[in-house]
């Protein structure tokens, strides 16, 4: 690849200083790796390289935050452009579907593991985390990290002042719906519901959860040729739920991303969706009693609802010019202590990310931490209730973020007022379908 | 009498300009010949496969209704920016012009806001404009205005052209500021005593004599709000809600950058860099003709 472009030059001059940073160095072989972790999961992220650096004297890893996930996204394919890729990047699941068509750019684990004969048994991962990162024949292509699953968040105290019971969380919508109204009706808190991450919390977690189809092809698993199906009654009753709250004040929408997040921990929101491993920072900042919940299901569109998806992200191993064996050893050996059970018990109980090796939820379970910490397995139960279809696999998408961008437009445009549920998602999938078509094209050219 | 200094040979003269060439052609004309060939191809994100595929990156954006949009929303977006800051700086510079105590003081701080950055100028909005924690969009809410910028695209457009205009306003006003200086006072003077009034002498004395001051500007003002305010956006609404504050320049980033597509951004680059060809030629015409007189 020698064609560099602008961006690619841009990359290069980020990078450069980074680049004699990647030989070695009194002996010990130097690994870099960027992740999108920022505050307190950043500092979860130092401690397991610097625990990493201190268990051996081989390889020295670096760890680097280059900003949000999307960010990390365009640095790492930027970078690699220029020839300067970090050797293990965190890409956040989303990404799958591009670092998957990224042919030479990326070792994915099993031919990591092949050519540095240190072994990686996907068995001993948690098959809802394993399955998103795994080609269809089941050798893994790239590492889980950081999964987690969405969950409800609410303030307790807000549920009390409200007349609502703090320990029963609503179940269904209607009963999310009828305890908004009441946060609102007595003022309980200025904002009754709000969303992190809209897209994902509340239309790609209710598609997998309901048992209902997002994208043709088995959601993108079975061919590049998908088609969404965000336009059917299911979604569109979702949107529609959604506008009427916005209308009556019950849901504020808190912007795209995790933007809406700092809102629960403020005590502004008094219903959250958020992340599981929004944990950490709720626990840290939140001055009220909070508590946690499955996500509210619809019984009208399925009575027994089963398994939700993961999000956050998994390791990709990038490849560069003159990149030496040791150094792909070098990852290996990383990816390997992380899976240690240990390491990734003491990661998911910090984090609020759930296990991803089985043992390591064993070991959390010895160690009473779900006494202690009630709550703290719910993403892990949502994650395995019930028998996994091919509608709650998770997502192979190209380009997803920029179809997750379309919704959010449009979404934005409907709270607005210019537009009704159906339009909403009518729109989302006629201009998402274009994307996905381009993917198509890009990919098989 | 003129001094010119004749070279003898080629080599001596080559080796001045090089310097200048170089730069030219490492930071213009190879990153412009970069975008005009990824113009024609599709790519893949990582840049794998790459198919040329002619004009139709082109066609496909003119086709696409969001493309045009866009464009539309960019044109209203450059006027109103140009007109708010230009008027408000016409309307300084008028003041500032008359006798009036510490107006070197008054001149010097009107110049500030041209040193602050576009993303702290943004921030700076938030500050005042956001629906509950800014001072403004908080009087506004009390006041039964339904502000929320965040979701209403009307006002999002209205934050950044406020943001972009401000920040503009202190070019513009040294400017006029130099323009209502070289006006000669005998002619100003020659009008008062025909008893012509304020607002009279400014409408046909003072304003047409800016107008060589007032149409650089109105060149230099649509080219900045075009072109440089991504930053402010950027930081104010990224664009949202919706697509209601996409600027093209914002459309390129967000093509490029955050969704990968590169030969879609860069056939938009290059439609821009035709954009910025025309008005500087039209520009340079037009002073070209100002110095031949």
């Not at chain 1, 619809?298 to 999000?311: T, V």
């Not at chain 2, 696409?64 to 300084?92: E, G, W």
Request: charged letters at 20%; hydrophobic letters at 45%.
């Amino acid at each position: 690849m020698k064609r560099r472009t602008l961006l690619a030059g841009a990359a290069a001059l980020a990078a450069a200083p980074l680049a004699p940073a990647a030989h070695a160095q009194g002996g010990k072989t130097k690994i870099v790796f960027w992740h999108a972790m920022s505050g307190a999961l950043g500092e979860e992220v130092k401690r397991i390289t610097d625990g990493f650096n201190a268990s051996q004297g081989e390889v020295e890893v670096e760890q680097i935050f280059k900003g949000s996930y999307p960010e990390t996204l365009t640095a790492a394919i930027a970078a690699w452009r220029a020839g300067q890729a970090p050797h293990l990047v965190q890409m956040f699941e989303v990404g799958t579907g591009s670092m998957l068509a990224a042919g030479p750019a990326v070792k994915q684990v099993w031919e990591l593991s092949k050519e540095t004969g240190i072994q990686f048994d996907p068995k001993a991962y948690l098959a809802g985390v394993r399955g998103y990162y795994s080609l269809s024949d089941g050798r893994m292509a790239s590492m889980p990290f950081n999964s987690s699953t969405s969950l409800m968040w609410y303030n307790k105290d807000a549920f009390a002042k409200a007349g609502l019971d703090p320990e029963n969380a609503p179940t269904t919508w209607d009963a999310v719906v009828a305890a908004a109204q009441a946060i609102k009706a007595k003022n309980a808190a200025s904002i009754p519901m709000s969303s992190s991450w809209p897209t994902w919390c509340l239309f790609e977690q209710y598609a997998a959860m309901h048992d209902v189809p997002y994208a043709t092809e088995a959601n993108g698993f079975d061919g590049l040729g998908t088609k969404l199906l965000i336009n059917t009654p299911p979604f569109v009753k979702q949107m529609q739920r959604l506008i009427d709250m916005s209308k009556d004040g019950t849901f504020k929408w808190g912007g795209r991303d995790g933007a809406a997040g700092p809102l629960f921990p403020s005590g502004d929101a008094a219903i959250m969706f958020d992340s599981s491993a929004a944990r950490a920072s709720i626990d840290r900042a939140a001055k009220f009693k909070w508590g946690v919940a499955l996500l509210p299901t619809d019984p009208a569109i399925n009575a027994h609802p089963i398994n939700s998806i993961i999000g956050g992200a998994s390791l990709w191993t990038m490849t560069a010019p003159k990149r030496t064996p040791a150094e792909y050893k070098g990852v290996a050996l990383l990816l390997q202590y992380m899976s240690r059970p240990d390491n990734d018990a003491v990661w998911h109980q910090h984090t609020g990310y759930v296990p991803v090796t089985l043992a390591g939820y064993e070991l959390s379970k010895k160690q009473g931490y779900y006494e202690k910490n009630p709550g703290a397995d719910l993403a892990i139960l949502q994650l395995t209730r019930g028998k996994p279809t091919k509608n709650s696999l998770g997502f192979r998408l190209g380009r997803m973020p920029e179809l997750r961008n379309i919704q959010y437009e449009e979404m934005e445009k409907a709270f607005q007022g210019q537009q009704g549920a159906q339009a909403t998602m009518d729109a989302a999938v006629e201009r998402g379908n274009k994307v996905l078509r381009e993917f198509e094209k890009s990919v098989k050219g | 009498m003129e001094r010119r200094t004749i070279f003898r040979g080629w080599l001596l003269p080559v080796a001045f300009v090089l310097p200048q060439l170089l730069l030219t052609f490492f930071f213009f004309l190879w990153p412009a010949g970069q975008a005009i060939y990824a113009s024609m191809t599709r790519q893949d994100a990582f840049g794998i496969r790459t198919q040329f595929v002619g004009a139709e990156n082109f066609t496909d954006l003119f086709s696409d209704p969001l493309y045009l949009d866009s464009i539309r929303r960019t044109v209203v977006f450059s006027a109103s920016v140009a007109v708010l800051s230009m008027a408000v700086a016409l309307l300084l510079a008028v003041f500032a012009d008359r006798e009036i105590r510490g107006r070197g003081l008054y001149r010097t701080l009107l110049i500030w806001p041209y040193a602050i950055a576009p993303a702290i100028a943004a921030v700076l909005w938030v500050l005042l404009l956001h629906p509950q924690i800014g001072w403004i969009g908080h009087g506004l809410r009390a006041l039964g205005i339904h502000w929320d910028y965040k979701l209403d695209g009307a006002q999002a457009m209205l934050a950044v052209i406020l943001a972009s205009a401000w920040k503009q306003v202190s070019y513009n006003f040294i400017f006029f500021l130099a323009g209502l200086q070289s006006i000669p006072r005998a002619v100003i003077e020659a009008a008062r005593m025909d008893g012509a009034r304020g607002w009279r002498r400014f409408r046909t004395i003072t304003f047409p004599l800016l107008a060589p001051t007032t149409f650089f500007l109105i060149v230099v003002n649509v080219v900045y709000a075009a072109f440089d305010t991504f930053g402010t956006i950027r930081a104010l609404t990224r664009g949202g809600p919706g697509k209601a504050t996409e600027t093209l320049v914002y459309k390129v980033y967000v093509d490029g950058v955050e969704n990968q597509n590169l030969g879609s951004s860069s056939a938009q680059s290059v439609v821009l860099m035709l954009a910025v060809i025309l008005l500087t030629a039209i520009q340079f015409r037009y002073m070209g003709r100002k110095t031949e007189r």
